[in-house]
C-alpha cells in the first residue's frame, strides 16, 4: 500500500474520531456547556480539515476530470478549515475563562488575519499563487505565495500562544498543556513543512491535539460533577441537620412539663379532659418528629392544623389569657412544615404571656392571595418590641429563634420571604410571603 493511502485513512480515521467528539459534545451531559459548545465547534473544524485532506490524497495523482474536481474542492475545504482553526481555538480558550476574565477583542485580531488566509487561498484557486493543481497530472504544487500564508499563520499562532501564557492563571494545569499542544506542535509541525514537502504532518499533529484537548474536558467536566455531586450530599446532610435541630427545638422542655402538668391535675378533676389534652399532645409530638424526615414542602392544611393542635394544647395554660382568630382565604398552597406553628408560639411567649394581668392577648392568623404569592400573616397585640434592637440582633445572629427557624425553613423556596413588624406596646405583624405559580 502506497504511503499516501496510509496517511489518508488516519486522517479518515481521525476525522470519524473527531465527528463523534463532536457529537458528544454536543449531545452528552455537561457542567461546561459554554465550554463544550465551543470545543465541538473546534472539533468539527478539525474533522471537515482531516476529512477533505484524506480525500484529496486518495485522489491525488489519479488522472481524469472527477478526480481532479475532487482534489481541487477538497483542497480548497481543506484550506479554508486550516485558516478557521486558530478562530475556533481562541474562541475555546476565551470560553475556558473565568466570566470576569473573558475578553473577546482578541478574537477580532485573530478572525482578521484568519479571513486575510482565506481571502488568499480563494484568489490562489483562479491564480495558483498559494497552490495549484497541475490538470494533467492532477497533483498538488506549492505556489510564490505559500509563505506568505504559512507566515500570517505563524503570526496568528504567536499571537494565540501570547494571549493564553497572559491567562495562564486562570487556567487549570491539565487545560493549560491542552491548548498549550494545540497551538505548539501544529505549529512546529508547519515550520517543517515549509523545508521539507510531503504530507500533512500538521494536520496529524492537529488530530493529536484535538484528542488531547477532548479527553481533558471531559476530564474537567467529571472533576466538577463529583465535586458538585459532593456539595450537593453536603447539603443534603447540612439540610437534614438542620430539619433535625429545628424539629427539636420547637419541642422545649418547658412545654412538656406545663403540658404534662396539666395532664396530671385533670386526671382526677376531668379525665375526659385529661385524655383530650393527651391527644393533642400526642397529634403535636408526632407532626414535629415527622417533619425531620420532610424534604419537601407540606400543604398549608396540615401546617394550619399543626397550628391549632398547638394552641390548643397552649389555652389548657394560658386558660382565657388570649383568644384566636382564623381568617383563611385560602388553602391551596404549600409551605415548608413547621412554619406557621413557630411564629404562633413566638407570639404567645414573647407578646402574650409577658402582658398585664388585666389584658387580653388576640392572635390572628390570616392568608391572603395575591398576584403570583400567597401571604400568611400571624399578628398580635402582645407587648412588642423595638425594631432597631431586633435588625441589631439578626445582624449578629441572636434574633429571637422562633423567627430565625421559620427564616432557615424558607431557605428550601426560591424568592419566599418573612417580614416583621412591631411597635413596643401594640403588637407585633409577621407576614410569610409564598410564591406560587401564576
Avoid at 459554554?34 to 490524497?57: P, S
Avoid at 393542635?309 to 389555652?315: G, N, Y
Amino acid at each position: 500500500m502506497e504511503l499516501k493511502f496510509f496517511f489518508a485513512d488516519f486522517e479518515l480515521i481521525g476525522a470519524i474520531f473527531c465527528l463523534i467528539a463532536t457529537a458528544y459534545l454536543v449531545l452528552g451531559k455537561s457542567v461546561i456547556k459554554k465550554q463544550y459548545r465551543a470545543l465541538a465547534y473546534l472539533e468539527a473544524v478539525v474533522a471537515v480539515m482531516l476529512f477533505f485532506d484524506a480525500f484529496a490524497w486518495y485522489y491525488r495523482g489519479i488522472q481524469g476530470q472527477l478526480a481532479y474536481w475532487v482534489v481541487f474542492v477538497s483542497n480548497m475545504i481543506s484550506y479554508i478549515a486550516v485558516a478557521l482553526l486558530q478562530v475556533f481555538y481562541v474562541h475555546y480558550v476565551i470560553v475556558s475563562m473565568r466570566e470576569k476574565e473573558k475578553d473577546y477583542r482578541i478574537l477580532f485580531v485573530i478572525s482578521g488575519f484568519s479571513w486575510t488566509n482565506i481571502a488568499l487561498i480563494v484568489i490562489s484557486q483562479f491564480t495558483g499563487f498559494i497552490y495549484s493543481i497541475d490538470p494533467a497530472t492532477n497533483l498538488y504544487q506549492r505556489g510564490n505565495g505559500f509563505p506568505l500564508i504559512s507566515a500570517i499563520a505563524f503570526i496568528n499562532s504567536i499571537v494565540a500562544l501570547g494571549y493564553l501564557l497572559s491567562k495562564r492563571n486562570q487556567l487549570s494545569l491539565y487545560r493549560l498543556m491542552a491548548l498549550l499542544s494545540f497551538v505548539l506542535l501544529p505549529t512546529l509541525a508547519g515550520v517543517v513543512q515549509l523545508f521539507i514537502y510531503g504530507y500533512s504532518l500538521s494536520n496529524l499533529t492537529c488530530f493529536a491535539c484535538a484528542l488531547f484537548i477532548f479527553f481533558q474536558a471531559i476530564y474537567d467536566n467529571t472533576n466538577i460533577l463529583v465535586g458538585q455531586q459532593k456539595h450537593i450530599s453536603k447539603q443534603d446532610s447540612e439540610l437534614q441537620d438542620m430539619r433535625t435541630r429545628i424539629a427539636l427545638s420547637q419541642i422545649r422542655p418547658e412545654f412538656l412539663y406545663d403540658a404534662l402538668n396539666s395532664v396530671y391535675n385533670l386526671c382526677d378533676k376531668d379525665p375526659a379532659l385529661a385524655k383530650e389534652l393527651i391527644v393533642h399532645l400526642e397529634n403535636y409530638l408526632r407532626e414535629n418528629i415527622q417533619s425531620i424526615d420532610m424534604e419537601g414542602l407540606v400543604p398549608f392544611g396540615r401546617e394550619l392544623e399543626h397550628t391549632r393542635v398547638f394552641l390548643a394544647i397552649e389555652r389548657f395554660k394560658y386558660r382565657d389569657r388570649f383568644e384566636v382568630e382564623f381568617d383563611i382565604d385560602t388553602t391551596d398552597f404549600e409551605l415548608p412544615a413547621l412554619t406557621v406553628q413557630p411564629i404562633v408560639e413566638n407570639a404567645i411567649r414573647h407578646g402574650i404571656s409577658v402582658l398585664p394581668a388585666n389584658h387580653k392577648g388576640l392572635i390572628r392568623v390570616s392568608t391572603e392571595r395575591g398576584n403570583g404569592y400567597v401571604k400568611v400573616q400571624v399578628t398580635d397585640n402582645g407587648i412588642g418590641f423595638d425594631m432597631n434592637e431586633y435588625y441589631r440582633d439578626d445582624s449578629d445572629g441572636s434574633s429571637q429563634i422562633g423567627i430565625k427557624n421559620v427564616r432557615d425553613r424558607l431557605k428550601v423556596m426560591e424568592d419566599a420571604e418573612l417580614h416583621v413588624t412591631s411597635k413596643p406596646g401594640e403588637g407585633t405583624v409577621v407576614d410569610i410571603i409564598i410564591p406560587t405559580k401564576r
